[in-house]
């Protein structure tokens, strides 16, 4: 039977995708979370069928929580699920990884039609606006951010934070020159050439998700 993961702090929008799953196969089982943190356990864990992911977590604003999970599983189907469905959102998300992106308003048969479609392994997109917005600077800096690992997007969370090396390398239990090895390599991939540029590039692409 088909496994899923919802990873939504709105009751009432998780209890709406667990309807329409259930709609699709009244087999499925279903884990339900309201932070990243709890979303990242899991998913180590457990290889879902699909992962619902809305993109303002208690604990993580934008896309970073899509780029964490696509890290640890970079074959997982992941949709974004988002009260915002502005086409340079959606493209920023579908550049990122995700298969799908579910709008919060989506009528139920909407996310029935979304859901059966991402279980059939099919990607599934709002209608009319899936490939707009390819040419957004933030499409660019999503493709970018979608080619860091793990231990980079954590060593760029922990400098947005405003930590410096020596924190972040007793946060991570890394050795400081292993800290700054990954600043380097998130230079290099963002396009950046410091720190500061890195913080701002971050905070530019989750800009209004």
């Not at 959606?90 to 059966?116: C, E, N, W, Y």
């Not at 606006?129 to 493709?143: G, H, K, S």
């Not at 292993?178 to 692409?205: M, Y």
Request: hydrophobic share 50%; proline share 4%; glycine share 6%.
């Amino acid at each position: 039977m088909p496994h899923i993961l919802v990873a939504d702090d709105h009751p009432m929008c998780a209890t709406a995708l667990g309807m329409a799953a259930r709609a699709v196969d009244s087999g499925i089982t279903k884990d339900c979370v309201t932070t990243l943190a709890e979303a990242e356990a899991l998913v180590r864990r457990t290889d879902y069928d699909l992962v619902l992911l809305d993109l303002m977590l208690p604990d993580v604003q934008g896309f970073a929580g899509l780029a964490m999970l696509r890290a640890i599983r970079p074959t997982a189907a992941i949709a974004i699920v988002s009260g915002r469905e502005e086409p340079a959102v959606v493209a920023q998300a579908h550049a990122l990884g995700a298969r799908g992106f579910i709008p919060k308003s989506s009528t139920i048969d909407q996310m029935i039609d979304a859901i059966r479609k991402l279980l059939d392994g099919q990607d599934w997109m709002p209608e009319g606006i899936a490939d707009a917005a390819q040419e957004d600077r933030r499409v660019d800096l999503a493709e970018r951010m979608g080619t860091l690992s793990i231990a980079q997007l954590r060593v760029l969370r922990a400098i947005v934070n405003g930590h410096q090396n020596k924190q972040i390398a007793y946060d991570l239990q890394l050795a400081e020159p292993t800290v700054k090895s990954h600043l380097s390599a998130i230079f290099r991939k963002l396009g950046v050439s410091n720190r500061t540029q890195a913080v701002l590039a971050l905070q530019a692409f989750d800009a209004e998700n």
